[in-house]
């Protein structure tokens, strides 16, 4: 069996200076049962090392951004030359319209865009734009997307389809929940619902086009082409949260009922495994922006050259998408190598997959919104979490998380992960 020690040493350690011991809750492996999460080393391609010298093949890949693998020599050159030549200006410098050309590049529909320091910022600042243009203030948003820990999204749905919103974390005021209405994803007559009822104080639509945050669940064919017609007929602006999905699935956004949305939120792959977000879209929308509008934005540290250097190096790695290809074909083997396995032990799982990523659900039925994500089996995932960990597989400590692919996992690893799989279906048959 594996030893922690030194990991149980680092965390006790990291508990009298940190609250938590971690700087993001899921960290802390609370929501599998609250063992001692393990404190990593270093990272070298599609593998953790732990402080004990364990090693893990990561399919968390830091919640998204690391699609190239850790520590990739072309984002280390990236980082290390922007070190040298300076990182931080103040001043508009050469990267920021080099960064933002090669955005639009691969995204059009980005004609204005800004960068900021993460997810969190950039889906804030797009309600802000989206309420200034619209000159209204009510938000629509969707159950279980995660959008940054801002006030305005960490609200719950309120008792009815188009009841407003209640504080989904302490210290979120009522007034600001009552904002925001939340409703089911892929259930159109609710989303119609809440549109009937609160029509012209509607300012935006916040939507994950993918969802990644209660697993993978994609939109029903047509649902999204829906949203932009609710969105039209309110005179309301709709925003794609891209956060995980853009460059995730392909070079780019999102391609959906061939929709677009307004207003982008962009951030993880974007910077290479750096801090950044990102937010853009239509020009006469982002006019509001500060200095050209009166929709206030700003950042010390953002376009800093670092990240900037580095998600260019990012991009320009996936630029070549025969490796968007290569990924899939790896997920599509782990797929199919899960079901095999969880069905030949008599364990009952469900795949969400599109394309390079997918969740693994304990439950037989397809997840299509958060109530059924939610209502898998609990006990049956944080069994098969700590199993694979164990046998030196990393997870998300979450029953709805993603498992994401990088371009450094290889057939092997695929191989070795089903053999782990497959032992902890057997030691979890029902
Ligand atoms: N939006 C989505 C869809 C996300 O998944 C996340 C982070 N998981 C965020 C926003 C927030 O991004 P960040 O953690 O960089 O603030």
């Known amino acids: 069996?594996?030893?922690?020690?030194?990991?149980?040493?680092?965390?006790?350690?990291?508990?009298?200076?940190?609250?938590?011991?971690?700087?993001?809750?899921?960290?802390?492996?609370?929501?599998?049962?609250?063992?001692?999460?393990?404190?990593?080393?270093?990272?070298?391609?599609?593998?953790?090392?732990?402080?004990?010298?364990?090693?893990?093949?990561?399919?968390?890949?830091?919640?998204?951004?690391?699609?190239?693998?850790?520590?990739?020599?072309?984002?280390?050159?990236?980082?290390?030359?922007?070190?040298?030549?300076?990182?931080?200006?103040?001043?508009?410098?050469?990267?920021?319209?080099?960064?933002?050309?090669?955005?639009?590049?691969?995204?059009?529909?980005?004609?204005?865009?800004?960068?900021?320091?993460?997810?969190?910022?950039?889906?804030?600042?797009?309600?802000?734009?989206?309420?200034?243009?619209?000159?209204?203030?009510?938000?629509?948003?969707?159950?279980?997307?995660?959008?940054?820990?801002?006030?305005?999204?960490?609200?719950?749905?309120?008792s009815g389809p188009s009841s407003v919103g209640v504080p989904d974390s302490a210290g979120v005021p009522a007034s600001t929940a009552q904002e925001v209405i939340t409703v089911p994803f892929n259930d159109v007559a609710s989303l119609r619902q809440a549109a009937s009822h609160y029509g012209e104080e509607i300012a935006a639509i916040l939507i994950e086009p993918v969802v990644g945050n209660f697993g993978i669940v994609t939109p029903h064919p047509g649902y999204l082409a829906e949203v932009r017609r609710v969105a039209n007929e309110l005179g309301a602006v709709l925003i794609y949260d891209e956060v995980i999905t853009g460059f995730r699935f392909r070079y780019g956004a999102v391609e959906f009922d061939d929709v677009k949305p307004d207003l982008y939120a962009f951030g993880k792959i974007i910077g290479g495994g750096l801090p950044i977000g990102a937010y853009g879209g239509r020009r006469e929308i982002m006019e509001q922006v500060s200095p050209l509008g009166p929709a206030y934005q700003a950042g010390t540290m953002a376009g800093n050259a670092i990240s900037l250097r580095a998600g260019l190096a990012c991009l320009q790695l996936l630029?070549?998408?025969?490796?968007?290809?290569?990924?899939?074909?790896?997920?599509?083997?782990?797929?199919?190598?899960?079901?095999?396995?969880?069905?030949?032990?008599?364990?009952?799982?469900?795949?969400?997959?599109?394309?390079?990523?997918?969740?693994?659900?304990?439950?037989?039925?397809?997840?299509?919104?958060?109530?059924?994500a939610m209502d898998t089996n609990s006990q049956q995932f944080s069994a098969f979490f700590h199993h694979l960990l164990e046998h030196g597989v990393h997870l998300a400590p979450s029953k709805y998380e993603a498992w994401f692919l990088t371009t450094e996992h290889t057939e092997a690893m695929i191989d070795e992960t089903l053999a782990i799989a497959d032992s902890a279906f057997a030691a979890i048959r029902p």
């Open 1 to 158: 069996k594996r030893s922690i020690s030194q990991s149980e040493s680092w965390y006790e350690r990291a508990k009298e200076s940190i609250l938590g011991g971690v700087n993001s809750p899921a960290r802390s492996f609370k929501s599998v049962g609250g063992h001692t999460p393990v404190t990593m080393a270093r990272a070298q391609g599609a593998y953790l090392y732990d402080v004990d010298g364990n090693r893990y093949i990561d399919y968390v890949c830091a919640y998204g951004p690391i699609i190239t693998g850790h520590a990739h020599p072309a984002i280390a050159e990236a980082v290390a030359n922007a070190s040298r030549e300076g990182y931080l200006f103040g001043t508009p410098s050469v990267w920021e319209p080099l960064y933002a050309e090669r955005l639009k590049a691969a995204i059009p529909e980005l004609e204005r865009v800004r960068m900021v320091n993460s997810g969190t910022e950039a889906v804030m600042t797009t309600l802000r734009v989206a309420r200034a243009y619209t000159k209204r203030s009510r938000i629509i948003k969707f159950a279980g997307c995660y959008h940054g820990h801002s006030d305005a999204v960490l609200v719950a749905a309120g």
């Open 319 to 372: 630029s070549d998408t025969t490796i968007y290809e290569r990924m899939e074909t790896l997920a599509k083997r782990l797929e199919s190598g899960l079901l095999a396995r969880a069905r030949a032990h008599g364990v009952a799982v469900t795949v969400n997959r599109y394309k390079t990523a997918f969740t693994l659900f304990f439950g037989p039925e397809k997840i299509e919104n958060y109530a059924q």
